[in-house]
T-cell receptor
């Protein structure tokens, strides 16, 4: 079955450490996105990528970095510069070839906790 | 002004009633609009999309769009306890979706 796989599901990090969240899709989608969700809040866009080797900052990119070396993969690194990284992180993808009526497909998310 | 405004709720309705969820947006260039349902601790799932003014029906769900008023709504008929979740409104802004904070719906048996 096609879908988006995020790993790990739960992640604990010590303050001052960088950590990388994995996102892999086998949907052959061109565009991929990373969102952050805090309790009681909506989804805020961190980074997105429309094609391989290209990505753009979203609304809250500070303290995060991404790469898009392969179409299937869009890993997110949470750096030590991110002041409050504890949150639920969601990866999504969309086929750019489809019309504007198509939404995103989401992964199951990674819950990051800084200890 | 936030890009997408939703009442956070909770909106409480009895089983079998109609639940009405509302959303206003600020970007006039938004072309299409999506409603996602998110259960606690889970990822959002797409339930409706709409891009033309008027109503679009899909089973128990009806999305309504008024671009002139920058308003989109979701009606859920015959609400069930399993509909209890947070509903996120998401207008498309060029290449990305912008999400509202969501409305929490509680359907009591």
């Amino acid at each position: 079955d096609g879908g988006i796989t995020q790993s790990p599901k739960y992640l604990f990090r010590k303050e001052g450490q960088n950590v990388t969240l994995s996102c892999e899709q086998n949907l052959n989608h061109d565009a991929m996105y990373w969102y952050r969700q805090d309790p009681g809040q909506g989804l805020r866009l961190i980074y997105y990528s429309q094609i391989v080797n290209d990505f753009q900052k979203g609304d809250i990119a500070e303290g995060y970095s991404v790469s898009r070396e392969k179409k299937e993969s869009f890993p997110l690194t949470v750096t030590s510069a991110q002041k409050n990284p504890t949150a639920f992180y969601l990866c999504a993808s969309r086929d750019r070839g489809t019309g504007v009526n198509y939404g995103y497909t989401f992964g199951s998310g990674t819950r990051l906790t800084v200890v | 002004q936030k890009e997408v405004e939703q009442n956070s709720g909770p909106l409480s309705v009895p089983e079998g009633a109609i639940a009405s969820l509302n959303c206003t947006y600020s970007d006039r260039v938004s072309q299409s609009f999506f409603w996602y349902r998110q259960y606690s601790g889970k990822s959002p799932e797409l339930i409706m999309s709409i891009y033309s003014n008027g109503d679009k029906e899909d089973g128990r769900f009806t999305a309504q769009l008024n671009k002139a008023s920058q308003y989109v709504s979701l009606l859920i008929r015959d609400s069930q306890p399993s509909d209890s979740a947070t509903y996120l409104c998401a207008p498309r802004n060029f290449q990305k979706l912008v999400f509202g904070t969501g409305t929490r719906l509680l359907v009591s048996p």
